[in-house]
């Protein structure tokens, strides 16, 4: 089945076109589980991911009419880009995959009335996908490049741990099946990737903030680890109390005892070290050790928050999905944590971290009996849509 995967819930406008086969059909309680993702092989035809950041980037952040107005521009120009480069007739297609939650809605209108539109133009049935879910999703590919050759999807043993986190999200998620979600804990705030721009923001640092302080925190510990050498090597150590006092943030709500999180706090905690220290006496030293202690209190909570979870509920694989993935030092934490519990971790492949068509195209093709009789008008944008 060839499937049209569409992504705007918030500033990607993205396109794909996936191809996948039934390879073996899997025995599950006596019934055929067409959900079951090992009987999928997959072939990317083409995938587009066209960013706004740089529009949005004097906003701080995605100003949701801005969004509305270049989807709206760009929905029609990349879907006939996405065909020509593939040589892929509108005919071909069998169905259409489409975000409707959660997410802006204004933002994810675009896409579903794009997405109605062609399927009733096109005759073909209308999938809407849960955007949460298809972050969980996307770690099932092995690459996201297109290739001639069709591929085997990673395989994932149920019941499965997942923790998503994105722009909009933080939460840990059971999965059971495919399809079967229980939110287990979750945050009572900003989400982890929210709370990334707004404290790069207060850094004098540009929209999106994740990777920026990704990269001054990378830069403050290759110095770490040079200070740690050269200490090493002079005979009597550099005296302590020349230096400043290190720089320190608390790790919220680490001792408490359920699986929920804060992140607004920590922010907070930023915004009154800043107010601390005076202008004059910022430097770029100071700035990258406070993103250097703002990652490494959220990569101690998010990771301390996944090992209570694997220590109290049964689960054979460990799923981290979302933007915020692309973080090296979150994933160097989880690949030690899936190491230290022996459980496989599936994360997303490059270029599949952020937000994607391709893993609402997967998604889509993967939801059990595809709801052909599902009008299209019935599917609305729910930007609070839970898993
Ligand atoms: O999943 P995503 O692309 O969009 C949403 O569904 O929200 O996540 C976007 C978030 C942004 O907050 C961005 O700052 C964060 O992911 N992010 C990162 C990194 N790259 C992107 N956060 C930390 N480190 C990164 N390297
Ligand atoms: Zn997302």
Redo the contacts with the bound molecule.
């Keep these: 089945m060839i499937i049209l995967g569409i992504e705007t819930?918030?500033d990607e406008t993205a396109l794909c076109l996936l191809e996948t086969r039934q390879t073996k059909t899997v025995e599950n309680d006596g019934h055929k589980n067409a959900m079951t993702e090992s009987n999928l092989e997959y072939r990317i035809l083409g995938n587009i991911v066209h960013s706004q950041i740089d529009l949005h980037r004097e906003y701080g952040g995605v100003f949701p009419a801005l969004a509305k107005r270049e989807h709206i521009k760009n929905l029609p120009i990349l879907y006939k880009k996405l065909l020509e480069k593939n040589k892929t007739e509108a005919s071909q297609i069998q169905a259409i995959a489409v975000t409707h939650g959660p997410g802006l809605e204004p933002a994810l209108w675009t896409g579903i009335d794009f997405a109605r539109e062609l399927s009733s133009k096109l005759s073909v049935p209308l999938i809407p996908v849960n955007?949460m879910e298809g972050?969980i999703i996307s770690t099932f590919f092995e690459s996201s490049t297109p290739s001639a050759k069709f591929k085997e999807l990673k395989t994932v043993t149920f019941p499965a741990l997942a923790l998503l986190i994105?722009?909009?999200h933080t939460e840990i998620v059971g999965i059971e099946k495919l399809g079967s979600y229980e939110i287990l804990g979750q945050t009572k705030d900003d989400a982890v990737?929210?709370a990334?721009?707004k404290v790069a923001r207060m850094l004098g640092l540009p929209y999106?903030?994740?990777?920026e302080?990704?990269r001054l925190a990378e830069e403050e510990r290759s110095a770490q680890e040079m200070r740690k050498e050269k200490n090493r090597r002079v005979i009597a150590p550099i005296s302590k109390t020349a230096s400043r006092k290190p720089i320190t943030l608390p790790r919220p709500m680490l001792h408490s005892k359920d699986l929920n999180m804060s992140f607004s706090g920590l922010k907070t905690s930023v915004l009154y070290l800043l107010k601390n220290i005076e202008k004059e006496n910022m430097t770029e030293d100071i700035r990258k050790e406070i993103a250097r202690e703002f990652e490494d209190s959220v990569t101690e909570v998010l990771v301390k928050k996944t090992r209570e979870a694997l220590e109290n509920h049964e689960c054979k694989s460990l799923i981290i999905g979302?933007?915020?993935i692309?973080?090296t030092h979150i994933r160097q934490a989880f690949e030690k944590l899936s190491s230290e519990y022996s459980i496989p971790l599936y994360l997303p492949a490059k270029g599949l971290t952020?937000?994607n068509a391709l893993m609402i195209a997967l998604s889509g093709a993967l939801t059990p009996d595809v709801p052909s009789a599902q009008s299209p008008l019935n599917i609305k944008a729910h930007g609070n849509l839970s898993l």
């Design positions: 819930s918030c955007h972050h994105s722009g909009g990737g929210e990334f721009d999106p903030g994740g990777p302080i990704s979302g933007g915020v692309a973080n952020g937000d």
